[in-house]
């Protein structure tokens, strides 16, 4: 295989595995074991959750030095684990370069499960209102809400909005309508609604990666991911703030 059409895959799987929400120890071992297992000397591989560069010598003694940057990164378990057995198969050199690319080609293109996404919306917002003392009304109420959040973050990452705006404008949109439904008595317990549907934006998953990388030792993207959660979740507070502030909710 051509060794620099060789690190343009390779260095694309590094890129998805990021877009696509994968550990930093995952990106940097990933590509590390598919540069090695294919015969490249001095592997070095540094990683943060949008960034990552590569160094390495190639088969004639060259130096070689790459990075690559995801701007707008989404957790898509689907493509980490058609990148993880990718990632397997060319670190046991069982795949040609054609068939590499064909894999990329393959996942790139793989679309999202938008019903089965729109059905975790609902169901999740409707069982953590239940979770936190609401009644049957208030599970409807939720599962609406989760039905119109789920829309309204898909236009906005249609637009390109940011992530703490993003969450902002959601937040306020989920208090509106939970606020709203308590002004004209259509549920009792405005708080259960709230701190259920909430919950589909609590950023969770940045908050266990960010600890684990802090535990494994990497300390810069630990700490990039913890501060990118705190300001996700100064974000809902701030959302919901105004709203009860403009709205005077209970």
Sequence with gaps: ??????LTAINEIGYLLLKHGAEIYRVEESIQRMCEGLGFHDVEV????????????LHDGTPYHSSKRSRTNRI?????????????Q?????LTLEQINQKIHYIKHQKLNFQL???GYIVSAAMFCVFFGGGFN????SAIIGFVLYYFIYLMELLNMNTIVRTILSSMVLASIAIIAHKINI????????TGTLMLLVPGIAITNSLRDIIGGDFVSGLSRMIEAILIAASIAIGVGVMMMLLKGA
């Design 1 to 6: 295989m051509n060794d620099l059409e060789t």
């Design 46 to 57: 540094f990683a943060i959750p949008s960034y990552f560069t590569l160094s390495l010598t």
């Design 76 to 88: 898509h378990l689907d493509h980490l684990y058609e990148l993880n057995c990718l990632v397997r």
């Design 90 to 94: 060319i670190s046991n050199q069982e």
């Design 117 to 119: 996404i729109l059905i």
């Design 138 to 141: 208030e599970m409807i109420v």
């Design 187 to 194: 549920i009792n317990d405005q708080q259960s609604v709230i």
